[in-house]
C-alpha cells in the first residue's frame, strides 16, 4: 500500500455547492467559540484542509437536493485534532442548520471514558458561546445535549455499555474505530442510519491492528473507493497514511500525512515528534507505536512478528487441493489440540514445487457461545463458522471425534506420511489412529524439536516459497506469533496476547518441518543451520 494522502484537500481545485449547504456548515461552524482557541474572541479554528474536508462532505448534491455524501471515513493521524472537528460536525447536525427535529445525534466510542472525550469536547464548544448555551440544554448524567426547541440532541454511548437496539440515528460519529473490542454496536448504529433520509455516518479514527475486525474491513474498502476499484460516490475516503515500507524517520513523509503540519503554528507539536522518533531508534515497541499512531501504518497484531505479514501475503495463491488428491501427492500432518476449548487446527503440508510447500488448514471450535468468544478475542468466529473457515463442533469443549474423523478423511484422500502431535494433549488420538495402523508420531512442542520446523517455516516464507491460499483464520494465528529467540538464536513461537490464537501456526511449522526432514536423505545431524546445537529427539 503506498502512501496515500487525499490531494484535493490541499490542491484548491473546485468543489460543487450548488444548493449552498457547504458554505452554510463552514458559516456555522465558523461562527462556533472553542475554550483552547488563541484565534481573537475564542473563535472556533477552522483550517484550510478542514474546511475543505467540510465543503466536500456537504457541498456536492443530487438534483433533487440530497446529499451525495453519506459515509465518510476520516483515517487521520493522533495529534491532528480529530476530537475537534468531529465534535463540530456532530453539532452541526444537533444545534447547527443540518439539525431535524428530535434528530438523534450519536458519538460513539469504544469504552466509555473516550466516548466522553468527544462529549466534552461539543459541551466545551457550547458552553464558550452564550447564544449556543441558550438553545441548548445539557444533562452531563446522561452525556446529552438537547436543543430546546427542536429536541435534537447529541449523546455520547459507548461499545461496553450494552444494548442499543432501537436506535434512529441522523448522524452517526464512530470514533477510534480501531479500537472497539466488539462490532455490536457498530451493526446496531449501522443498521439504524437508512432508517432517516439524508443520515450520515463518519468514521474518524487513527490506525489500528490487525485485520480481522471491523475497523479494517471499513477502511480498506475505503481505499478501494479512493483507488477507483469500487465505485460508490456515496463514500467519501480521507485517508492520510503512509506505506508500510516507507522511511518512518522521513520528516517529508510526517508532513504528508499529517495534515495540521501544514497549518500556522503546525501541530502536532514537531519538535514533540523529533523527540518520540529519536527515542524510537532504539526501542522497537516505540517505533511501531509511532508508525500506527503518527504514521497511520495499520499494523498487525505481534509488536515482534514470526515474519512481515506482507511477505507472508505473497503466498495467497490459490491451492488446488482436488490435484493433489488426483496424484495422492505425499503429505505430513500438523496436529494442535486445544485444552481450554478454544480451537483446534489441524494442517496439512504438501511438497509444491522446488524445496516449497503449499499448506491447507482445518479449524476446529466449539459451537457453544460462539458469539461469546468473537467478543473475547475479538475476531468473526460465527462469520468463519458460517464460511466453513472453521468448524463448529458440538458443546463448550473442542469434540475430539470430529477432529479425528477430519484426520482419518485425509489419510483416505492423500498419502499421508506422519500425522504429528503435541503428545501433552493427543496421546488418546494418536492411539486410536496407531492402533489403525495410521502413521500418528509425537512431535514434542519444546525448542530441541520446534526450533529446526520452525527455521524451515521461517526459510520458506521468506524465500516465497510457501502457499497458503490466503486463508484468513490461518493469517489470523500467524500475525498473532510473538517470537521467542534463546541465546543461541532458536526460534518458538509465543502468543503475543492471552486472547491471541496461534495454533494453526503451531501446527503448520509441525507439518513443514515433517515434510522438510522428509525430503532428504541425508540426515539433519549434518546440518548445522537446519537444527539447534545438541540432539535432536522425536
Known sequence: MPTTTPTWVFDGSPIADPFGHGERAVRFLRALKHPKSRAPGRAFALDRWQERIVRRVYGPRHDDGSRIVKTVVLLLPRGNRKTSIAAALALLHAIGPERVPGGEV????????????????????????????????????????????????????????????????????????????????????????????????VVATTAGRGQDNVAHDIVDYARKVARGEIEDPAT???????????????????????PGLSCSPPYPDIEGLRQLAREAESRPGDREAFRQLHLNVWLDHSADPFVEMAVYDAGAQPIDLDAFERDRAPCWLGVDLSSNGDLTAVVAAFRDGEEGYAVVPWFFCPRDNLRGRADRDGVPYPTWAEAGLIEATPGNVVDFRTVEARIRDLCDRFDVREIAFDPHMGRNMMANLIDDGLPAIEMRQGWVTMAPAVKELERAIIGRRFRHGGHPVLRWNFSNIAVHTDTPGNKSFHKGKSRDRIDGAQAAAMAVGRAFMNQETRSIYADADARPDGFLVW
Do not use: C, M
Open 106 to 201: 450519536i458519538s460513539a466510542a469504544a469504552d466509555r471514558k473516550q466516548a466522553r472525550l468527544a462529549y466534552a469536547e461539543a459541551v466545551g464548544i457550547i458552553r464558550s458561546h452564550k447564544a449556543t448555551l441558550g438553545a441548548t440544554r445539557i444533562v452531563d448524567s446522561r452525556n446529552r445535549l438537547t436543543h430546546v426547541r427542536d429536541g435534537s440532541f447529541l449523546e455520547s454511548i459507548s461499545a461496553d455499555a450494552g444494548t442499543q437496539h432501537g436506535r434512529t440515528p441522523v448522524f452517526v460519529l464512530a470514533d477510534e474505530l480501531h479500537a472497539w473490542p466488539k462490532r455490536d454496536l457498530w451493526d446496531v448504529l449501522r443498521s439504524g442510519l437508512p432508517k432517516t433520509p439524508g443520515s450520515l455516518l
Open 236 to 258: 467519501l475516503p480521507i485517508l492520510f497514511e503512509a506505506d508500510a515500507n516507507a522511511d518512518w524517520r522521513d520528516e517529508a513523509l510526517w508532513r504528508s500525512v499529517n
